[in-house]
């Protein structure tokens, strides 16, 4: 198992790629078949801040590379496991469905590197985007820091403007680092910027319905992302449907600049798929 922090390091098309470590409920089937749990390099302000529950004992490891014995895990039973985790999170809607987006774009860009943003699309993003060498998706866990993913994504196509770069992020994170469309274009970076776009803060709504409080201090309203992201010189599309979404990334993978994906998601989904990675 791999942190959100640390995917790549086991790439997930592995067959021994035992899904992502959250200390949620997720994971909890496979880690209760472990005698033992091996932790190298786990920084735990990575996991929720909840009690450790587990009975195994924990060793941990500053260097990867100790030798250790032949695992004698059901791979089979392993691999049945993740795929059965992984149809668990496309939980149906009317709409476009959040895990959809990002099966389409994976599949469009296969070889981007990816940046992510603090909210409810992380979910999706974290456990369903294959990533097969590390540093090839960036996030920041433990602090979540929204606004992150466009910046980041600034830095990741500056250091290779060869290799599309894909950032997700929610509206909301998109709305406080605007200023950040303007760099793409004026660096001329191969940057696809997915807005999963549900005009709320929803994340935080689920959060207060989960409390059983108001939805309160959420709603973004509508905004227009195409005319904000083409006054800046960024090329802009609208999905609202799985035909829209295909024929925007096959232009972003072919534009050699930077484009916006305004991704018209359905958020209904949300709250049963936080239920199912948290518990």
Not at 97 to 108: G, H, N, T, W
Not at 123 to 151: H, K, Q, R, Y
Not at 173 to 186: D, F, N, Q, S, V
Not at 210 to 222: H, I, K, N, P, T
């Amino acid at each position: 198992m791999v942190t959100y922090k640390a995917k790549g390091v086991v790439p997930d098309r592995d067959p021994w790629f035992a899904g992502v470590f959250t200390n949620g409920a997720l994971e909890q089937e496979i880690i209760d078949q472990a005698d033992l749990l091996i932790t190298a390099g786990l920084d735990r302000v990575e996991l929720l801040p909840r009690p450790w529950t587990f009975r195994q004992p924990v060793a941990d490891f500053d260097d990867a590379r100790e030798q250790l014995a032949t695992s004698t895990w059901d791979l089979a039973a392993l691999q049945k496991t993740i795929a059965s985790q992984r149809e668990k999170l496309s939980v149906r809607s009317a709409g476009l469905q959040p895990d959809r987006v990002i099966a389409l774009a994976s599949e469009a860009m296969p070889n981007a590197r990816v940046t992510v943003d603090a909210g409810a699309h992380m979910f999706p993003a974290t456990l369903l985007w294959p990533v097969a060498e590390p540093g090839d998706f960036l996030i920041s866990n433990g602090l979540s820091t929204m606004g992150f993913a466009v910046p980041a994504a600034v830095g990741a196509a500056l250091v290779d403007r060869d290799r599309i770069v894909v950032a997700l992020t929610g509206d909301g994170g998109l709305l406080m680092c605007l200023g950040e469309l303007a760099t793409l274009a004026r660096e001329r970076l191969r940057v696809a910027v997915i807005a999963f776009n549900d005009a709320a803060l929803t994340l935080i709504d689920v959060k207060q319905r989960q409390r059983q409080f108001a939805s309160a201090g959420v709603a973004l309203g509508d905004v227009r992302w195409p005319s904000i992201a083409e006054s800046f010189g960024v090329a802009a599309h609208v999905a609202a449907s799985e035909p829209e979404l295909r024929a925007a990334l096959d232009a972003a993978a072919r534009h050699a600049g930077p484009t916006l994906i305004d991704a018209h998601i359905d958020p209904a989904p949300y709250a049963e798929m936080i239920r199912i990675v948290r518990g």
